[in-house]
Structures are given as structure tokens and as C-alpha cells.
């Protein structure tokens, strides 16, 4: 089964609650993320740019195409004890 993001909810700053394939979920702060270098991320420096994220085939994607591999994600957010599982909707 492929991990992918299957809802996202925008908690202001840089911070997000996605929730997984699998039923995981969590809070994210993408802050370090969007300081590092590079043209694709300083658009996302601002606030309300980030705002405008969106899923794009399960993965978090922004208007100028800078997307974030939903596996990376999930693996990132277990290693820092991001993840809880979600009960059966």
C-alpha cells in the first residue's frame, strides 16, 4: 500500500495535522523546513504563502510546485514521535 496524505488541516505558522493512509496522523512544524536554502522554499518562508498548501496525489504540494513525498513525511514524523493512530471513522 502506498503512504499518502489523505487530510490536511492548516494550523497557522508552518505547523500542519496530516493524516496518513494507514491511519496515522500528526502535527508537523515545517519551520526548519522553509529556512533552509534554496529558491523552491523561500516562497513558503511566508506565512501565507505556506497557507496555500494543497494535496496533489497524496503528497503536500505548493503553487510552485514544491512538493513533499508523503513516505518521507511519515517516516520523519515517526522518528520524531509525531504520530498517533487514528480510531476507525
Known amino acids: 500500500m502506498l503512504t499518502k496524505v489523505v487530510k490536511l488541516q492548516k494550523l497557522g505558522g508552518?505547523?500542519?495535522?496530516?493524516?496518513?493512509?494507514?491511519g496515522s496522523e500528526g502535527v508537523r512544524d515545517f519551520a526548519?523546513?522553509?529556512?533552509?536554502?534554496?529558491?523552491?522554499?523561500?516562497?513558503?518562508?511566508?506565512?501565507?504563502y505556506f497557507a496555500r498548501v494543497f494535496l496533489?496525489?497524496?503528497?503536500l504540494t505548493w503553487p510552485n510546485g514544491f512538493d513533499i513525498a508523503p513516505e518521507w513525511l511519515r517516516r520523519e514524523?515517526?522518528?520524531?514521535?509525531?504520530?498517533s493512530r487514528v480510531a476507525a471513522e
Open 14 to 22: 508552518f505547523r500542519l495535522h496530516v493524516r496518513f493512509t494507514d
Open 56 to 59: 496533489e496525489f497524496g503528497a
Open 32 to 48: 526548519a523546513l522553509v529556512a533552509g536554502p534554496g529558491p523552491m522554499t523561500e516562497p513558503l518562508r511566508d506565512e501565507a
Open 77 to 83: 514524523m515517526e522518528k520524531a514521535g509525531e504520530l
